[in-house]
T-cell receptor, first 113, second 115 residues
């Protein structure tokens, strides 16, 4: 079975632009979470979606938004990009909302210039 | 709110030597505890977890961690490291009470095994 997949692998954007990152969870997993990992730091929780509804939100500005589709894949959108948004964006899936076994994808490396 | 402190940002150790990676947490509620490993250019992989029961948990590749509630610690140990253990290790906590599974991570410890 395929693991969690994310696209694109790398992305370079300019300040002020908008970006969309994509995630496909493990087959059968209904919960998707997004994390931001800035270089030299641990991942920080951004969002969790379960059954297409937002179930948790971290301390990120409204420029960050996400959604989950009927097939449980998810998109993370970031508007008005800032240099500080440069990071590795990780997607994690789990089978159920409260399931503590999370499986992470390889991430999307976003560079904002 | 929860927080995790990993005091050692880098730990160099010779091959076949023992290693301990330290993790302390702070929380006003009961927590679940995790160690994740991140190899270069890869995502995070769950190494081991403490949910309840025995305070000593083990992974399949020889790592173990012990939950110490009085010291709010969850240190990771291995009696003999291999070159392949070179990676970044993250300690994480999740609140028992939220029902969700968002994780709070420490800043990571880079373990470098020297031949």
């Amino acid at each position: 079975d395929a693991g969690v997949t994310q696209s694109p692998t790398h992305l370079i954007k300019t300040r002020g632009q908008q970006v969309t990152l994509r995630c496909s969870p493990i087959s059968g997993h209904k919960s998707v979470s997004w994390y931001q990992q800035v270089l030299g730091q641990g991942p920080q929780f951004i969002f969790q979606y379960y059954e297409k509804e937002e179930r948790g939100r971290g301390n990120f500005p409204d420029r960050f938004s996400a959604r989950q589709f009927p097939n449980y894949s998810s998109e993370l959108n970031v508007n008005a990009l800032l240099l500080g948004d440069s990071a590795l964006y990780l997607c994690a899936s789990s089978s159920l909302l409260g399931n503590l076994e999370q499986y992470f994808g390889p991430g999307t490396r976003l560079t904002v210039t | 709110a929860q927080s995790v402190t990993q005091l050692d940002s880098q730990v160099p150790v010779f091959e076949e030597a023992p290693v301990e990676l330290r993790c302390n947490y702070s929380s006003s509620v009961s927590v679940y505890l995790f160690w994740y490993v991140q190899y270069p250019n890869q995502g995070l992989q769950l190494l081991l977890k403490y949910l309840s029961g025995s305070t000593l948990v083990e992974s399949i590749n020889g790592f173990e961690a012990e939950f110490n509630k009085s010291q709010t610690s969850f240190h990771l140990r291995k009696p003999s490291v291999h070159i392949s253990d070179t990676a970044e290790y993250f300690c994480a906590v999740s609140s028992v009470s939220t029902g969700a599974n968002n994780l709070f991570f420490g800043t990571g410890t880079r373990l470098t095994v020297i031949p």
